[in-house]
C-alpha cells in the first residue's frame, strides 16, 4: 500500500518493529503479534505450516517487555531484561547461541559474553544485518552475530561471534543504533564512535571506501552530540538537542534530506527547518515525529515507503497522507 492501512487485529499496541517482509507488535499486555512473510519461522511456527499471514497472529509462549526485529528473526527482552531470538539462524550466529545455528521457531536465550560465565541483562536491543548490539545494565555495549569483512562487531576480526564482544570496552554508552552493517554510539562523555561498513561514508565520511575495523571517534563534544540515533543500509542520521535532523552518508536517493548530490556527504541538516521528537531510518528512507506530532518521511519511495500517496523519492520531509 502507498498510503497506511490499519492493522486489523483487536489488540493494543505500545511498540511495533519491522523486519525484512514481516511486522511485529508488542502488545500493551506484553505479548507477540506478528504479520506478514513467515520464512524462517519467525511468526512462532514451521515455514511448512505457515507461509505467510496477512492479518496479525499471536506468537504463542512468548511475552516481553521490549521487542526488536532483524532481516528474518526477532529478539525479546524478558523482564529480567534476558535476551531471547527465534527466526533465521546460520553458521553467522545471529541468534546468539553456537547451540542454534538453522532457523529456530521457538525463542533460543542468547548466551553469555565473550570471557563471562552468565548472561547479560540488557535494557536496549538493536539490529542490523545478521547480528544484534545489546545495552547493558552495566552501559556497557555487547554485540554478536555476524562480522565478516565489513567489522560489524567492531572487535578488530573478521569473525562471527555466538557470545557478545565489547566494541567500546568498559566504556559506558548512553544510547546507540546499528545500521545494516555499521553501528554508531555515544557514550557517557559526549563523544560519538562508530565502526564497520563504510563504503559510502555511512561510519566516517572522511575515510569513505574503507570499512572500519574497531570504533573510531565520529563527534567529539564539541563538535556534536546526537540526542538520538537513526542509522540506514549507506547513511545515518541524528537528531541535535534542538530537534534538527542532521543526516551523512550517501544521498543517492535524497535519503540525507538534500536535494543536492547523489554521492558521499558529511553531516548537514534535513531540508524544510522541521524540529523532529523521534527519528527512524529504513534501509535507504528516513521517517521521524514532528514536534507537531505529524510524521513527515524522506528519501527512497520506489515501493511507497514513504506513505505520500505515490512512489516518487522525496529530498525533504514530506508529510505522510491521513494526518
Given at each position: 500500500?502507498?498510503?497506511?492501512?490499519?492493522?486489523?487485529?483487536?489488540?493494543?499496541?505500545?511498540?511495533?518493529?519491522?523486519?525484512?517482509?514481516?511486522t511485529?507488535?508488542?502488545s500493551?499486555?506484553?505479548e507477540?503479534?506478528?504479520?506478514g512473510?513467515?520464512?524462517?519461522?519467525?511468526?512462532?511456527?514451521?515455514?511448512?505450516?505457515l507461509?505467510?499471514?496477512?492479518?496479525p497472529?499471536?506468537v504463542?509462549?512468548?511475552?516481553?517487555?521490549?521487542?526488536?526485529?532483524?532481516?528474518?528473526?526477532?529478539?525479546?527482552?524478558?523482564?529480567?531484561?534476558?535476551?531471547y531470538?527465534w527466526?533465521?539462524?546460520?553458521?553467522?550466529?545471529?541468534?546468539?547461541?553456537?547451540?542454534?545455528?538453522?532457523?529456530?521457531?521457538?525463542?533460543v536465550?542468547?548466551?553469555a559474553?565473550e570471557?563471562?560465565?552468565?548472561?547479560?541483562?540488557?535494557?536496549?536491543?538493536?539490529?542490523?544485518?545478521?547480528f544484534?548490539?545489546?545495552?547493558?545494565t552495566?552501559?556497557?555495549?555487547?554485540c554478536w552475530?555476524?562480522?565478516g569483512?565489513e567489522?560489524?562487531?567492531?572487535?578488530g576480526?573478521?569473525?562471527?561471534?555466538?557470545r557478545a564482544?565489547?566494541?567500546l570496552?568498559?566504556?559506558?554508552?548512553?544510547?546507540?543504533?546499528?545500521?545494516?552493517?555499521?553501528?554508531?554510539a555515544?557514550?557517557?562523555?559526549d563523544?560519538?564512535?562508530?565502526?564497520?561498513?563504510?563504503?559510502?561514508g555511512?561510519?566516517?565520511?572522511?575515510?569513505?571506501?574503507?570499512?572500519?575495523?574497531?570504533?573510531?571517534?565520529r563527534?567529539?563534544?564539541?563538535?556534536?552530540?546526537?540526542a538520538?540515533?537513526?542509522?540506514g543500509?549507506?547513511?545515518?542520521?541524528a537528531?541535535?538537542?534542538?530537534?534538527?535532523?542532521q543526516?551523512?552518508?550517501?544521498?543517492?536517493?535524497?535519503?540525507?534530506?538534500?536535494?543536492?548530490?547523489?554521492?558521499?556527504?558529511?553531516?548537514?541538516?534535513v531540508?524544510?527547518?522541521?524540529?523532529?521528537?523521534?527519528?527512524?531510518s529504513g534501509?535507504?528512507?528516513?521517517?521521524?515525529?514532528a514536534?507537531?506530532?505529524?510524521?513527515?518521511?524522506?528519501?527512497?519511495?520506489?515501493?511507497?515507503?514513504?506513505?505520500t500517496?505515490?512512489?516518487?523519492?522525496k529530498?525533504q520531509p514530506?508529510?505522510?497522507?491521513?494526518?
Amino acid at each position: 500500500y502507498e498510503i497506511p492501512q490499519r492493522a486489523d487485529a483487536d489488540v493494543s499496541f505500545e511498540a511495533v518493529k519491522l523486519g525484512r517482509w514481516f511486522t511485529c507488535g508488542l502488545s500493551k499486555e506484553k505479548e507477540v503479534w506478528r504479520w506478514g512473510d513467515n520464512s524462517d519461522g519467525v511468526l512462532g511456527v514451521a515455514y511448512a505450516s505457515l507461509w505467510y499471514s496477512p492479518t496479525p497472529r499471536l506468537v504463542p509462549n512468548r511475552q516481553y517487555e521490549k521487542l526488536g526485529t532483524f532481516g528474518y528473526g526477532a529478539c525479546g527482552l524478558d523482564a529480567g531484561g534476558f535476551a531471547y531470538c527465534w527466526g533465521s539462524g546460520s553458521s553467522y550466529y545471529e541468534l546468539g547461541n553456537s547451540s542454534f545455528t538453522s532457523d529456530q521457531i521457538n525463542p533460543v536465550a542468547v548466551s553469555a559474553p565473550e570471557g563471562e560465565s552468565s548472561a547479560m541483562s540488557f535494557v536496549e536491543l538493536r539490529h542490523g544485518d545478521y547480528f544484534s548490539c545489546g545495552l547493558a545494565t552495566t552501559g556497557r555495549l555487547y554485540c554478536w552475530g555476524r562480522n565478516g569483512n565489513e567489522y560489524r562487531l567492531g572487535d578488530g576480526t573478521t569473525t562471527h561471534r555466538a557470545r557478545a564482544v565489547r566494541p567500546l570496552g568498559d566504556k559506558v554508552v548512553k544510547h546507540f543504533d546499528v545500521g545494516l552493517a555499521f553501528t554508531c554510539a555515544v557514550t557517557n562523555d559526549d563523544t560519538t564512535y562508530c565502526w564497520g561498513k563504510n563504503d559510502k561514508g555511512q561510519a566516517n565520511p572522511s575515510t569513505a571506501g574503507t570499512n572500519v575495523t574497531t570504533p573510531v571517534v565520529r563527534f567529539t563534544p564539541a563538535q556534536f552530540v546526537p540526542a538520538s540515533l537513526a542509522l540506514g543500509a549507506d547513511h545515518a542520521c541524528a537528531l541535535d538537542p534542538e530537534g534538527r535532523a542532521q543526516c551523512w552518508g550517501s544521498n543517492a536517493v535524497h535519503q540525507l534530506g538534500r536535494s543536492t548530490g547523489g554521492g558521499t556527504a558529511d553531516i548537514g541538516e534535513v531540508q524544510g527547518g522541521l524540529r523532529f521528537t523521534q527519528l527512524a531510518s529504513g534501509d535507504n528512507h528516513v521517517c521521524g515525529i514532528a514536534k507537531d506530532g505529524k510524521a513527515y518521511c524522506w528519501g527512497e519511495n520506489k515501493y511507497g515507503q514513504l506513505g505520500t500517496g505515490d512512489r516518487v523519492d522525496k529530498a525533504q520531509p514530506t508529510l505522510v497522507v491521513g494526518q
